[in-house]
């Protein structure tokens, strides 16, 4: 009996690590982080889309790299980007854009490291390569 109480213990512990793991409140970084990668498939997304206006083809490219200095210029260029503004889902990107950037200049800016100020890697990024299916 005292080994089964054990291990029930024992997993009771675990299954309680994994939920506060879970419900932890996410760090400027974890937040700064998902919401790029967020913005970024939105971003491609929309530019695949048929449904969309033409003016989308026009938009500034939106590859987003939170640990590159010029991703700050990118995203004001893109939310400063003056088309686009009757088209539903560029105006929700823009708005996601531009909460990124107060993010990152207001409530993270002591949390964020820089690696790198390469801007044309923002503009030509090296993606991984797609793996066939």
């Not at 009771?12 to 790029?36: E, G, I, K």
């Not at 033409?54 to 260029?77: F, Q, T």
Request: charged share 25%; aromatic share 8%; hydrophobic share 40%.
């Amino acid at each position: 009996k005292l080994p089964t109480m054990k291990m029930l213990l024992s997993l009771f512990a675990l299954l309680s690590a994994a939920l506060l793991v879970h419900t932890a409140p996410p760090t400027c970084y974890s937040r700064v982080l998902s919401l790029s990668k967020e913005i970024t498939e939105s971003f491609k997304e929309l530019q695949t889309s048929k449904a969309v206006d033409s003016c989308v083809e026009m938009l500034p490219r939106l590859y987003l790299d939170i640990h590159n200095y010029c991703v700050l210029a990118k995203l004001r260029d893109f939310v400063a980007y003056p088309r686009c503004e009757r088209v539903l889902e560029v105006s929700e990107l823009k708005e996601k854009a531009r909460s990124l950037y107060t993010i990152m200049i207001s409530y993270c800016r002591r949390d964020l490291v820089f690696l790198t100020d390469d801007c044309s890697a923002l503009e030509n990024p090296i993606l991984p390569p797609i793996e066939p299916s």
